[in-house]
C-alpha cells in the first residue's frame, strides 16, 4: 500500500489573505451551492481518516506461528513423521496447537478491549451553502464550505478563517501547548510560522474553548494536519520487541548447536557402526532433549500473566510482546500535558507587592488546598490581604464551579475556572460576593482588551474590579495593596516580581480595584479605570500529577531516563522538567526552532545527546527527535495523548498511549494503552514488565538447564558405549508434561521486590548472558552426570534395559522438580524464597511429580511409556540423589554473592 496524496488545496493558507484563498477555492463569502458540494465530495472523498481494522481471530491465530523457535519445533515434528514415531509427532504437535491457541485469547481479547475505547460518536456542523445556514455531518464537509463555530465546538476541517470574535481555541492536541491559543482572522503571517502560531488558522480536531468564528475549509481527511500525522501512523511499521530480537538469536543458537551436535552424534554412532534406524532415534531423540518443546506456551504464559497484571495496574497491552518491552525500555520520551500535567490550569502562586510569593497547594479543578505564606498560615492582616485578592478574582468571573452530589463541576474559561478554585482555597465564593456585592456593569474580557472588569456596589460606593495582562493594568494603578494602608506603586519593583514568576513558568495575570465616579446613566467604560489600587499577580499552570514526581525519580532508580517533548513554551517546558528534577542546566533544552536549524541527522543527534526538555516541537519534529534518540543507543519508549504524538508513538520500540483522554489515533498506533493517563501507571508497567522478562529467563534456565542435562546424559551413554538411557517418547513426556506443568507454574512467580533498583538490560544483550551460562552448565552437568551413574549402575546390577530408563526417568522428573525451586531466582537463595508466595509453583510440582506417578499405574500410559512403578525405599532414594541439584546450585548462589560484596 501506498501513503495518499496529503498536498493541501492551500498549502499555505496562514500566509495568504482572505480574499487570495476564497479565490484559490473558487468559494464566496456565502458559500458553496449543492452541485458544487456534490462535486467536490466526489473529488475529495468523505471528510474521515482512514480506520485502522482489527485483525480477525484467523490471522492472529496465524501470527502465532511466525517464530524462529516455533519452525525449529516444527522442524522435530516432521523428522518424527518421517520416521514414523507418532507418538512424538504427535506430542510436539499438540504443543504447538496450544500455544497458538492461547496466544490468540490473550492477543485477540486485548484488541478487543483497546477497541472498546474508541467512541463512535457522529460529529455534526453548521455551514453556510447557497447563503443559509445547515446543520450537517461534518464527514460531507468539502474544501471551500464555510464553517460557522462557538464556543463548545469542536473543530470538523482545517479552516483559514474569515471573521472572529475573542476567539480562543484548545489546540493542546496537536501541539501539546496547555493554554488556549488566541486567534485573529486579519492576521497574514510568515510562510514557515511555527503550527502552533498560525493564528488565523483553525485545525481539525481541535476545541472552541471562546468565542465565534466563521472559516473557509482549507483541508479535509487526510489533507489535514491531523490527517498528515494519521498518514505517518498508517505506513510506517513497527520496529521489533526486544524479546523478539533476544529470541530470535536464542533460537537460531539452538538451531546451530542442535545441528552441530547431532552431526557430532551422527558421526560417532557412524564410526561405532550403529544400524541408520537407531540413528534417526538418537537424531530424533536428540532433538527432543535439546529443543525446549515447552518454550512457547510457557512463554506465552508468562507474557499473558504480566499482561492481566498489568492490566490491574491501569495499562491494557494491545500487543503480547510489549508486555516485556516496556520493561526493557533506556528512555521514556513523554508529552507533557495531560501526562506529566493534569490538563487543567491552576493558579498555584500569588505574588502580593514588595512580598515573598505565597503557595497556592491543590491541583485541577477540586477546590481541594491551602493557601500558605512561606512562614506558614496568614495572619490576620494578611488573611484580610488575601480576602481582597480573591475578591477581584471572583467578582471579574465568568465561570462556574459548584458541587452536584457527590463531585465538582465547573464550566466556562479555563483561567476565570482557575480563579474560582483559588477564592474557594481561601474561603471566597463567587455567590456570596455577588449577593454582598451587586454588579452594576462588566467590560467583557477580549483577546485584544486583555482584561476583564467588573462594576459594583460596594457600602454604597461604586467599585471597579479588574483583572487580566501586568502590561494593562499598570497603567490603570496609582497605589499598590499592603497589610496595613495601601502605598505608591513601584512599578519596577512590581514588574520585577512578575518576570520571577514568568520565569518560573507561570502565566502572569494581576487583579486590582478601586473606587471610581460613574454618573447616573454613563456607560462604564476603560476609561473609568484609573487610579486603581494594584492588589497582586497570580501565578497560573498547568500542575504536575502529584505522583509525577515520584515516578519520574522510580525511573532514574531503574536506569531509565526520562525526556520531555512538547509543543509548549520553552520556559513552562523547563520550569516543569526542574520540578521533577530532570533536568540541571539550561544547555538540557532544546527547541523545535533549534531542531530547524540541524542540518542533517547528525546534527540532530548531537543536540538530543544530552538534552531531555524538547520544547515548542512540531508533530515531525517529535518523530525526528525519537529516531535520533534511537540512533542515539536508546530503547525508546513514547507516551502521550494527543493526535501529534501518533507518529512518534508508532516508530518508537514501545508506543503508550492514554486511555482516558487521548485521542483515537493516539490509541490506535499504541502498543500499550494507560487507562487512567497516569505517567505513574507507565512506571508500574515498566516493573511489571521486567517481572514478565525475569520470568521467561527463569522458564528458559529450568527447561534448557533440563535440556542441557539429557544431552550430557546422551553424551555420556553414548561415550562409553551403553544404550539410549531414555526413548525418545520418554523424553517427550519427560519435557512436555511433567517439566512443562512447572514451566507454566513457574510463569506465575510474582516480583521479587527489586525490579526497579537495577538498569535495564541492553536490548541486543542475549538471554544467555554470563550468569545464564554459568547456571545452565553446572546443573546440567549435575544433573547430567547423576543421572548416568544411576543408569549405569542399575545396567551394572543386572536390572533389564526398561526397568534402568524406568529408574532413571523417574529420577529426572524428581530434578525438575527439585530444580524449579533453585528457578526462583537467579541470585536469592532457594532457601530465603517463601514457597507460599507461588502457591501455583508449589502445587504445580507436586501435580507433576503425581502425574508421572498415576502414569506408572495407568496400564496404557505405562505402556506407551514403558514405565512401571517403584518402591517408597527406591522413590526415596533417588529423591535424595536429586537434591543435590539443590546444594550445588545454593553454593554457586552463595559463591557469587560473597564475589559481589567483596567487589564492592
Known amino acids: 500500500m501506498t501513503p495518499p496524496n496529503t498536498t493541501d488545496p492551500i498549502a499555505s493558507a496562514h500566509s495568504a489573505s482572505i480574499d ?32 485502522v481494522k482489527m485483525p480477525s481471530i484467523g490471522s492472529v491465530f496465524l501470527r502465532q506461528f511466525a517464530s524462529p523457535l516455533i519452525y525449529v519445533l516444527v522442524a522435530a515434528a516432521l523428522l518424527s513423521i518421517v520416521i514414523k514415531e507418532w507418538s512424538d509427532a504427535g506430542f510436539i504437535s499438540a504443543v504447538l496447537f496450544i500455544n497458538a491457541v492461547i496466544g490468540t485469547i490473550q492477543e485477540y481479547s486485548a484488541q478487543r478491549a483497546a477497541a472498546a475505547l474508541q467512541q463512535l460518536v457522529s460529529a455534526r456542523c453548521r455551514v453556510l451553502r447557497e447563503g443559509d445556514t445547515y446543520e450537517i455531518n461534518a464527514e460531507e464537509l468539502v474544501p471551500g464550505d464555510i464553517v460557522l463555530l462557538e464556543s463548545g465546538d469542536k473543530v470538523p476541517a482545517d479552516l483559514r478563517l474569515l471573521v472572529s470574535h475573542d476567539m480562543e481555541v484548545d489546540e493542546s492536541l496537536l501541539t501539546g501547548e496547555s493554554l488556549p491559543v488566541r486567534k485573529d482572522s486579519n492576521s497574514i503571517l510568515a510562510t514557515d510560522i511555527a503550527l502552533g502560531d498560525r493564528v488565523n488558522m483553525i485545525f481539525t480536531g481541535t476545541l472552541v474553548g471562546r468565542g465565534r468564528a466563521r472559516g473557509v475549509v482549507v483541508g479535509t481527511a487526510l489533507n489535514t494536519v491531523l490527517g498528515r500525522i494519521a ?25 546451530v548447536f542442535v545441528g552441530i551436535a547431532a552431526l557430532t552424534m551422527f558421526g560417532v554412532a557412524v564410526m561405532r557402526g550403529t544400524p541408520l534406524g537407531e540413528m534417526f ?48 525500555c533506556t528512555l521514556i520520551a513523554t508529552d507533557k500535558t495531560g501526562t506529566l500535567t493534569v490538563n487543567q490550569l491552576t493558579a498555584r502562586c500569588i505574588s502580593f507587592p514588595n512580598r515573598e510569593p505565597w503557595k497556592v497547594s491543590g491541583e485541577g479543578t477540586v477546590p481541594d488546598g491551602s493557601i500558605l505564606t512561606p512562614r506558614g498560615t496568614p495572619s490576620a492582616e494578611e488573611a484580610a490581604l488575601l480576602e481582597r485578592l480573591c475578591q477581584v478574582a471572583v467578582l471579574t468571573n465568568e465561570g462556574f464551579i459548584g458541587r452536584t452530589d457527590s463531585s465538582w463541576t465547573h464550566h466556562g474559561d479555563a483561567v476565570d ?13 463567587k455567590t456570596e460576593m455577588t449577593n454582598a456585592f451587586p454588579e452594576v456593569a462588566i467590560i467583557a474580557y477580549e483577546s485584544e482588551r486583555q482584561f476583564s472588569a467588573s462594576l459594583n456596589q460596594v457600602n454604597g460606593k461604586q467599585c471597579a474590579f479588574v483583572k487580566g495582562a501586568l502590561e494593562r493594568l499598570l497603567p490603570m494603578c496609582t497605589r499598590m495593596a499592603t497589610s496595613g494602608l495601601d502605598v505608591t506603586i513601584e512599578q519596577e519593583l512590581i514588574e520585577q516580581q512578575a518576570y520571577t514568576l514568568a520565569s518560573g513558568g507561570y502565566r502572569v495575570l494581576a487583579l486590582a480595584a478601586g473606587e471610581i465616579e460613574l454618573a447616573m446613566g454613563e456607560i462604564f467604560t476603560e476609561e473609568h479605570l484609573r487610579g486603581l489600587t494594584l492588589i497582586g499577580l497570580v501565578g497560573i499552570i498547568d500542575p504536575l500529577r502529584t505522583e509525577a514526581k515520584a515516578a519520574v525519580a522510580a525511573c532514574r532508580q531503574a536506569g531509565i531516563e526520562v525526556a520531555m517533548i512538547t509543543g509548549d513554551h520553552p520556559a513552562t517546558a523547563f520550569a516543569i522538567a526542574q520540578e521533577l528534577d530532570m533536568v540541571e542546566r539550561a544547555e538540557q533544552l532544546v527547541t523545535g526552532p533549534e531542531l530547524k536549524l540541524a542540518s542533517d541527522s547528525g546534527s540532530i543527534d548531537q543536540l538530543t545527546q544530552e538534552a531531555r526538555v524538547f520544547a515548542r516541537v512540531g508533530p515531525h519534529q517529535k518523530l525526528d527527535i525519537v529516531q535520533s534518540l534511537q540512533r542515539n543507543g536508546h530503547f525508546v519508549a513514547v507516551s502521550g495523548d494527543g493526535a501529534n504524538d501518533a507518529p512518534a508513538l508508532r516508530v518508537s520500540q514501545v508506543g503508550v498511549a492514554m486511555g482516558k483522554g487521548g485521542t483515537d ?5 499504541a502498543d500499550l494503552i494507560i487507562t487512567d493517563d497516569n505517567f505513574a501507571s507507565m512506571v508500574a508497567g515498566v516493573e511489571e514488565g521486567r517481572v514478565a522478562y525475569a520470568n521467561v529467563r527463569k522458564v528458559i534456565f529450568l527447561l534448557i538447564s533440563t535440556g542441557a542435562a539429557e544431552l550430557v546424559l546422551f553424551t555420556l551413554a ?10 525418545a517418547v520418554q523424553l517427550l513426556w519427560l519435557n512436555l508434561v511433567t517439566n512443562g506443568i512447572q514451566d507454566v507454574a513457574l510463569a506465575f512467580e510474582p516480583g521479587e521486590g527489586d525490579e526497579l533498583r537495577y538498569p535495564p538490560r541492553p536490548p541486543r544483550e542475549p538471554i544467555f548472558n554470563r550468569l545464564m551460562i554459568e547456571r545452565v552448565v553446572i546443573s546440567a552437568l549435575v544433573i547430567g552426570i547423576v543421572a548416568f551413574a544411576v543408569f549405569q549402575w542399575l545396567i551394572a546390577k543386572g536390572f533389564t534395559l526398561d526397568e534402568a530408563r524406568n529408574g532413571t526417568l523417574l529420577l529426572m522428573v524428581l530434578f525438575e522438580n527439585v530444580h524449579v525451586f533453585n528457578c526462583r531466582s537467579e541470585v536469592r537463595s532457594a532457601l530465603r524464597h517463601n514457597p507460599l508466595r507461588n502457591p501455583i509453583l508449589l502445587m504445580g510440582t507436586a501435580i507433576a511429580q503425581l502425574v508421572h506417578i498415576g502414569a506408572m499405574y495407568t496400564p496404557w500410559i505405562s505402556d506407551v511409556l514403558h514405565i512401571q512403578p517403584v518402591s517408597l525405599e527406591h522413590w526415596l532414594e533417588l529423591l535424595g540423589l536429586a537434591l543435590t541439584v539443590l546444594i550445588v546450585m545454593e553454593l554457586h548462589k552463595a559463591v557469587r554473592r560473597w564475589l559481589i560484596q567483596r567487589e564492592q
Open 665 to 669: 489515533v493516539a490509541r490506535e498506533t
Open 718 to 727: 553414548l561415550l562409553t558405549g551403553l544404550p539410549l538411557p531414555l526413548m
Open 417 to 429: 475556572v482557575a480563579f474560582l478554585v483559588m477564592a474557594h482555597k481561601a474561603g471566597v465564593v
Open 20 to 51: 487570495t484563498v476564497l479565490v484559490a477555492l473558487e468559494s464566496s463569502l456565502h458559500g458553496l451551492t449543492y452541485r458544487e458540494t456534490a462535486a467536490r465530495l466526489e473529488q475529495f472523498g468523505r471528510n474521515t481518516l482512514p480506520q
Open 231 to 255: 498518514a505517518d501512523v498508517l505506513f510506517k511499521p513497527s520496529p521489533k520487541a526486544p524479546l523478539q530480537i533476544r529470541m530470535d538469536i536464542f533460537t537460531h543458537r539452538v538451531a
Open 281 to 328: 532415534l538418537l537424531a530424533v531423540a536428540l532433538a527432543v532433549s535439546v529443543i525446549p518443546e515447552g518454550l512457547p506456551v510457557a512463554l506465552t504464559v508468562a507474557l499473558a500473566i504480566g499482561m492481566r497484571r498489568m492490566a490491574k495496574r491501569n495499562v491494557i497491552v494491545r500487543r503480547l510482546l510489549a508486555v516485556e518491552a516496556l520493561g526493557s
